[in-house]
């Protein structure tokens, strides 16, 4: 199999992209499809087979739960068995949008999704294609990322063909992806919301939605014997490369770290913001913006482009300690483990 791709930068192509694709989910086959954090794996989130076939593609272990997206806030209430009014407070700012809400799952979502656990992640993303595609289906769509378990996250349609383009039918090519990281994820079923997975909706930003919170908890934690959320495990969105996380104040003290760490200079690439070493002793050196969002829109591409180019060694410049930068910092804890 050799996935097809199709474009979608007129509305013509657009309409045609997404008539393929809904036909394709209609027959209970999977397809790839552009969100506004990262591509998604999409099949029918109401058939347990279907399901199994995008874990099957990506090879991810059954304990991860998936997202389920939906095109509208009913859509997303249908999917539970109680949709608390927090949700409402948080589906108010920021749906559609890069926020995904864990709520009591309704009966009749597959134990696949949810991973056997009592709670169901849904989310109405921003992008215009997946609604589209959701509304022509009249089924919600669960869609974990489009790569290979543990791998990197893809952001653009050639990221996804690399890994699954001969397991899958059909790649629709949305262009990149404007936030460019996961989204953040919002357990809903407390007295307070709690943050799950971190992404370019902070803490801070939950907390004023509803009207304050404790320390949001984040990390490996596992709920009525399921994880509730993708994204916790310890090790997660990686390169093949081995990645640090490092801070220096030059290039000779840059230089001495590695060397101190004993690794050679042969096949580093280095991805800097503030303190940028000038590139002549190392494989490879990208400035990307000292800025949260833009960090974010540019971070898998740069990861997918080192593995292209074969570095052995991906160093990555220290990231402020700050709420904007949680989600990104995150995504970099898990990828070094």
Known sequence: ????????????????????AAALLRAGEVV?????????????????????????????PAHNPVIVHVDS?????????????????????????????????????????TAGGPTVAVRWPLHPLMPAVIRACGFPLAAPSA???????????????????????????????NVGIESTV??????EPRVLRPGMISAEAIAAACGGMRDAERGMRKEDGALRSPGMLAKHYSPRAKLVVLEW?????LLARLGAMGRGLADVHVLAHTQIPLGGKFSHVS???????????????????????????????????????????????RAAA
């Open 1 to 20: 199999m050799t996935a097809e791709i199709l474009s979608t930068h007129t509305p013509a192509l657009f309409a045609a992209a997404a008539g393929r």
């Open 32 to 60: 790839a499809l552009p969100t506004e954090t990262v591509y998604g794996l999409a099949g029918n989130a109401f058939d347990a087979a279907v399901v199994a076939k995008i874990y099957s593609a990506k090879g991810r």
């Open 73 to 113: 806030r009913a859509m997303a209430a249908a999917c539970a068995s109680l949709w608390p009014a927090m949700a409402d407070r948080l589906a108010d700012a920021f749906w559609p949008g890069p926020l995904t809400l864990v709520v009591p799952r309704a009966a009749h979502i597959p134990d696949i999704v």
């Open 147 to 177: 790569n290979l378990s543990d791998q990197l996250s893809p952001t653009n349609a050639a990221h996804v063909a690399k890994q699954l383009g001969d397991r899958i039918p059909l790649i629709v090519d949305g262009g990149d992806c």
């Open 186 to 191: 919002v357990d809903v079923t407390g007295p």
């Open 249 to 253: 104040r030059d290039e000779a003290d």
């Open 287 to 333: 400035v990307i913006p000292y800025d949260a969002e833009a960090f974010a829109r540019a971070f898998y591409g740069e990861l997918h482009r080192c593995d292209d180019e074969g570095a052995a060694l991906i160093v990555v410049e220290a990231l402020p300690d700050h709420p904007d930068w949680a989600g990104i910092t995150d995504r970099l804890r």
